[in-house]
């Protein structure tokens, strides 16, 4: 269930701004997408012209970008953990940014992602990153959250994960390969559930109980995590905080 749409020059502006942002020294982190590919790309431009990073990657897909790239990698559990450097900054996009109003202009709040399938690996890297950085177009924003949210489950746990989506008055649908019979299998081996809730009004209480359902390994729902987001337009970029 990628998500589409979006023009690609938007997307470029919006990553480009993001990578304008990494510092030298830094320690990245590399999201999965159409437009982090933006940025992953800008940042192999800049080590070529002599900035020192390393990257940490979410996914399959931006580990062999970033090689292509000639951006030095590291794994999570070099970057994070005793003696590690942390990772500085990440870059990923979203399927959808709830865009609210504090009075001063439009912010950011919460997050859906998992439209590659690759959410679970970038809770982790963006949720350990001092600071996050959204990059989007804005076909991307919206008032209220209300696409499926992805839901990475065990194999073992597709039924009961369901039911108590069910429960949370949600409609789950097994994510199906589409170049392939079969359903969608992650990076970790595990299956996606797309689930449908509607206008999500309260995103951090969706987020509170698909985090206690036994079976769910993450979800898409991206709460309080966000610094900043970079929406690309025709015209620039704008950059929303939370």
């Known amino acids: 269930m990628k998500t589409s749409g979006g023009n690609d020059a938007a997307k470029r502006r919006a990553g480009e701004s ?43 897909a931006s580990r062999e970008l970033a090689l292509d790239c000639g ?30 109003d504090d009075g001063d202009g439009p912010t950011a709040g919460a997050l859906i992602k998992g439209g590659g399938a690759a959410h679970a690996r970038e809770k ?6 001092d600071r996050f950085l959204v ?19 065990l194999s073992a746990g597709r039924s009961v994960v369901a039911e108590a989506v069910r429960a949370a008055d949600g409609e789950p ?16 081996g ?24 036994p079976g769910v390994v993450e979800h898409g729902l991206f709460v309080d995590l966000a610094d900043e987001v970079h929406v690309g337009t025709d015209s620039g970029v704008r950059v929303l905080t939370r």
Request: hydrophobic residues 45%.
């Open 190 to 213: 595990n299956l996606v559930l797309d689930c449908a809730f509607g206008e999500i009004a309260a995103p951090s209480r969706l987020a509170t109980t698909l985090s206690g359902t």
């Open 18 to 60: 993001a990578a304008a942002a990494v510092d030298d020294g830094d320690v990245v982190g590399l999201g999965t997408g159409s437009t982090a590919a933006h940025a992953i790309r800008r940042l192999g431009e800049r080590v070529d012209a002599g900035l020192d990073v390393r990257g940490v990657p979410t996914s399959f």
């Open 124 to 129: 982790l890297v963006d949720a350990a990153a």
């Open 173 to 188: 649908t097994l994510r199906r390969a589409e170049r392939k019979d079969g359903p969608v299998v992650t990076d970790n």
């Open 135 to 153: 990059v989007a177009d804005p076909s991307k924003e919206a008032p209220v959250l209300d696409r499926s949210v992805p839901v990475e489950v």
């Open 71 to 100: 951006i030095p990698l590291l794994d999570l559990d070099e970057a994070v953990g005793p003696d590690a450097p942390g990772i500085d900054v990440a870059i990923d996009g979203a399927d959808q940014v709830a865009v609210g």
